[in-house]
């Protein structure tokens, strides 16, 4: 049975789910277009103010199908290519969408899995969840944008340590290290990632886009540029007719939810 991303919605919150029965929800090509696409259409959306992404029957997602990929060695290089492409056009989809992503993680998330999950804004994860990148086991380096997030996240020798032995991480200590934001017990990091979604339905959809912006241009720009684009953004932002409602409640001592 091929992989399928599955499709529901609870409030404002999209929910992803990673399904592919007897392969622990590794990838294939399929997947990755129905990402983009499900992203592309919650982006259009105002009913939709963030996503979470998880995986089905206890696993995240332990990255790509080596029984695919085997197929692919024969078919030539370019296939691979193609194939590679549409796992990142999918990890720059949710890199650059404007509204949060959060990663429920329970189980495995290994190789692209693990990617998958750190392309996400959030990430939450079962006290049990196991992270790894085995790519370098199997003769292969990382892929998903493995070596560009973990160098933004952790020192060198971690990331290098990671990506070249391939050996477990589990859930507490990327807590410890801050790359996963809440820890939940096992069965529950659904429910919490849905509970994080709600507070973040709960804040202002446009200056949460800002800062997701902000936070994606920062590493490649220097003080200057990125001062002068944190202006911009907010004197926008200042200016949105949201804004003025939410202020004006805030010293009238009102509720306020945004519509």
């Known amino acids: 049975m091929p992989a399928e991303l599955l499709s529901t919605s609870q409030g404002k919150t999209l929910i992803l789910t990673l399904r592919h029965p007897d392969a622990r929800n590794a990838f294939d090509e399929s997947l990755y277009a129905a990402g983009v696409e499900a992203l592309s259409v919650a982006e259009r959306s105002d009913d939709v103010r963030s996503v979470v992404i998880t995986g089905a029957d206890g696993d995240f997602s332990v990255g790509t199908h080596l029984q695919q990929l085997q197929a692919r060695r024969q078919q030539g290089a370019e296939a691979q290519a193609m194939a590679v492409e549409g796992l990142h056009s999918w990890i720059e989809t949710i890199r650059t969408y404007p509204k949060p992503v959060i990663a429920a993680v329970e189980g495995a998330a290994t190789g692209s899995g693990f990617s998958l999950a750190l392309a996400c804004d959030l990430l939450v994860a079962a006290r ?36 070249m032995l391939g050996e477990r991480v589990d859930a507490e200590r990327l807590h410890a290290l801050g790359i996963v934001n809440r820890l939940a017990e096992p069965g529950r990091a659904l429910h919490e990632a849905l509970a994080l979604a709600q507070l973040l339905n709960e804040r202002a959809p446009h200056a949460l886009a800002s800062t997701k912006e902000l936070l994606s241009e920062a590493p490649a720009q220097p003080l200057t540029a990125h001062l002068a684009a944190e202006r911009d953004h907010f004197v926008r932002n200042a200016q949105h007719p949201a804004t003025g409602e939410a202020i004006a409640t805030f010293l009238e001592k009102r509720p306020h939810r945004y519509p």
Do not use: I, K
Request: hydrophobic share 45%; proline share 8%.
């Open 128 to 163: 049990n969840a196991a992270f790894a990148f085995p790519n370098s086991r199997m003769g292969l380096s990382a892929d998903g944008g493995a070596s560009w997030a973990l160098p933004h996240s952790v020192p060198r020798q971690l990331a290098s340590e990671w990506l």
